[in-house]
């Protein structure tokens, strides 16, 4: 059975992060911090041991890369969704919520109560996202254990056998089909299968931007759900699914 095929299309949650730099710019970092993102800078930017790196160079690398490390940055926003049936009709009908916060550890509570509530049986239960197994999940992991929460079952996957984590649906990976060098992007493959793309406002790259400049919490939300529902829409054209129309999708608030 292929991995499209595993859980029925009602027991998958959909999900997607919003990820930005810890502090608003890099000198808000401790001595200490700063010195190990000058590590990681090195790393990023591919230097020798010999060759320094300025401050400048590093505060920017920090506005600008800093989201996609969690040591280095926080979770604004987790976007699910899950598809249910519809009273009287075969069509599904997609549910969006989001969770978005200043305080990320209030985030993260929110995200574990849905997955224990609703979504708590990897044997039954799916989490589904572009990208997911390399970094949501790993990322949400690595954040909940900084904040000192413990990690629901279906994300408890450290040390866990491929076999074991099958119940996260990665739609990147099912796209490679074995080929491990590849790398396809969210926006490409709604391009490619001809879904409205999600990229119509703001993309990853202004995420950080919109929240420390213009502290708008609802705008990252709504990005962050137009990439859930993308992520439905191209799992539906994998299955060889209709794709939702407008009036099957609702947010929740």
């Known amino acids: 059975m292929s991995a499209f095929d595993t859980y029925d299309l009602y027991n998958i949650l959909f999900l997607d992060i919003e990820t930005v730099p810890g502090f608003a710019e890099f000198e808000e970092l401790s001595e200490e911090m700063q010195e190990l993102w000058g590590i990681k800078c090195r790393s990023i930017l591919r230097r020798p041991a010999d060759e320094e790196i300025s401050y400048d160079e590093m505060a ?15 979770i604004v926003c987790i976007s699910v969704g899950f598809l249910t049936r519809q009273p009287g009709s075969d069509e599904p009908l997609l549910r969006l919520k989001s969770f978005s916060n200043h305080l990320e ?8 109560e849905v997955l224990a509530k609703h979504f708590n049986n990897p044997d039954k239960f799916a989490l589904c996202g572009h990208n997911i197994r390399e970094f949501d999940i790993p990322y949400i992991c690595r954040r909940m254990m900084i904040n000192q929460q413990a990690l629901p079952k279906m994300i408890d996957i450290a040390g866990k056998k491929p076999w074991e984590t ?24 709604t391009a490619v299968f001809e879904i409205p793309s999600p990229k119509d406002d ?3 790259s202004d995420v950080a931007g919109v929240y420390w400049e213009e502290r708008d ?7 962050c759900e137009k990439d859930v529902l993308a992520t439905v829409q191209l799992f539906l054209r994998m299955k060889r699914l209709p794709l939702l129309r407008n009036d099957q999708i609702v947010v929740v608030r």
């Open 60 to 74: 920017e690398l920090f506005r600008d890369r800093a989201g996609i490390y969690a040591e280095f940055a926080k």
């Open 105 to 112: 550890s209030s985030i993260l509570d929110d995200f574990s």
């Open 166 to 189: 099958k119940h996260l649906l990665d739609t990147m990976e099912m796209w490679k089909f074995g080929d491990i060098k590849n790398y396809t992007s969210l926006r490409l493959l």
């Open 202 to 204: 703001i993309d990853g």
């Open 217 to 223: 919490l609802d705008r990252i939300a709504t990005y």
